[in-house]
């Protein structure tokens, strides 16, 4: 069995959903306990994070510019994994007695486990987690403005984490019109956009989220600001065979509103933006890029 135990968030993503052990426990153990609805609680932060980070400064600006560009950008999204991503509510199987619902950690909570005693001298554990605080990865993109007053955003990668697990694929598409550009006389930008995102893992995880989102702001030569608004979906679908049973998992983001605050600045061909956008995970972001 393979251990990966790197920070960065994509393996955190093959720790949770592959056969690998997380921290000192077994995938045995892990598996034994998190089928069916407990396995659904244990990873939906997860998914509620990649709904956020993966929209991360998709658009940096409530409008394209009136002429053609092009900025290639790397983006590091940090999602703070605070109090009500580290734990859900976990029900001891069928047959352990007495029947006991407790809190326990998620698959980003605590990597202590948690043991629940039971009559004539039984325990049963809850796995522990990750023991995550912030989890961060890094995003290359590619926008092009200036299109008829529409921006496209264009995100891929690919990459094998280490040897013998495969490869991670990752692609992303956003489109963004300006619809300040019919009012001349508006005091402020402002637009509305459509993003998709998707991650692939072999055949063993499919990560697929939409963001459908409104920005409004002010932009100079040097600077700008903005504010946003959208509606995030993320469906992760994870399945792999164990000792001949088969594992699967559909999981959907429980949070959907997204809010964020972002500017940036230019000097010379070198932009920089920063953006916060929540409420649930609350995720901040930095982006450099050269723009042409």
């Not at 703070?80 to 001891?92: A, K, M, P, Q, S």
């Not at 995550?132 to 299109?147: D, F, K, M």
């Amino acid at each position: 069995m393979l251990a990966i135990r790197s920070k960065a968030f994509l393996a955190i993503l093959i720790i949770a959903f592959f056969p690998f052990s997380v921290r000192s426990q077994g995938l045995q153990d892990v598996l034994a306990n998190y089928k069916g609805d407990n396995g659904q609680k244990f990873v939906q932060p997860l998914s509620d994070v990649l709904a956020s980070t993966f929209h991360s400064q998709v658009f940096t600006g409530a409008g394209a510019a009136e002429k053609i560009t092009v900025d290639v950008k790397l983006i590091v999204p940090f999602a703070f994994v605070t109090d009500n991503l580290r734990t859900f509510e976990g029900t001891t199987p069928a047959g352990f007695e007495p029947a006991t619902t407790t809190e326990a950690p998620t698959v980003l909570g605590s990597s202590t486990p948690k043991t629940v005693n039971g009559i004539n001298g039984t325990s049963y554990t809850f796995p522990g987690g990750l023991g995550s605080q912030v989890l961060w990865y890094a995003i290359p993109q590619v926008n092009v403005g200036g299109i008829l007053g529409t921006e496209v955003s264009i995100r891929f990668f690919a990459f094998e984490p280490a040897e013998d697990v495969g490869q991670i694929r990752m692609f992303g598409l956003g489109v963004q019109h300006k619809l300040s550009r019919y009012f001349k006389d508006s005091p402020v930008d402002f637009s509305i956009g459509y993003a998709f995102n998707q991650v692939d893992f072999e055949n063993y995880l499919k990560v697929r989220n939409h963001l459908f989102v409104a920005h409004i702001g002010k932009s100079t030569k040097i600077a700008n600001y903005y504010a946003l608004v959208g509606y995030k979906t993320n469906l992760t679908k994870l399945q792999l065979e164990y000792q001949g049973e088969m594992i699967d998992y559909k999981i959907g983001n429980a949070n959907p509103l997204l809010l964020g605050l972002g500017a940036g600045i230019r000097i010379a061909f070198v932009q920089f933006n920063v953006e916060v956008n929540g409420p649930r995970p609350l995720v901040a972001s930095a982006g450099v890029g050269i723009h042409f």
